[in-house]
């Protein structure tokens, strides 16, 4: 399974953003999408994650409210639409596809992008 990230750039603080993943491969056998970041000078995080079927969402607590995590499984594409950015939302966000347990964990994850930068200014 190939992962191709896109959609970050430079946005202002209250702004939005989309990111879109495209999963191209055996994408047959993946069970769930994951969105994660990775700050500056800090270890990557989980942001959010999603079933294939769309059913079944998660997030991690400080995007809540402002982000949201959608599949269309038939193109084979995920999206994070990024709502209400602040600053420390900047960060390098990485795609990924998986089927372990706990999706917050990026031991759940086999496949990963190549990452796309979003930075917030103020």
């Known amino acids: 399974v190939q992962l191709q990230a896109s959609g970050g750039g430079l946005v202002q603080a209250g702004g939005s953003l989309r990111l879109s993943c495209a999963a191209s491969g055996r994408t047959w056998n993946v069970g769930v999408m994951g969105w994660f970041r990775r700050a500056p000078g800090k270890e990557r995080d989980f942001v959010a994650a999603i079933s294939r079927s769309g059913g079944i969402t998660v997030y991690t607590e400080s995007v809540k409210g402002r982000f949201t995590i959608s599949i269309d499984s038939a193109k084979n594409m995920v999206y994070l639409q990024m709502n209400s950015l602040k600053l420390e939302d900047t960060a390098v966000y990485y795609c990924?596809?998986?089927?372990?347990?706990?999706?917050?964990?990026?031991?759940?994850?086999?496949?990963w992008g190549q990452g796309t930068q979003v930075t917030v200014s103020s």
């Open positions: 990924a596809a998986g089927g372990g347990p706990n999706w917050s964990l990026e031991k759940s994850y086999v496949y």
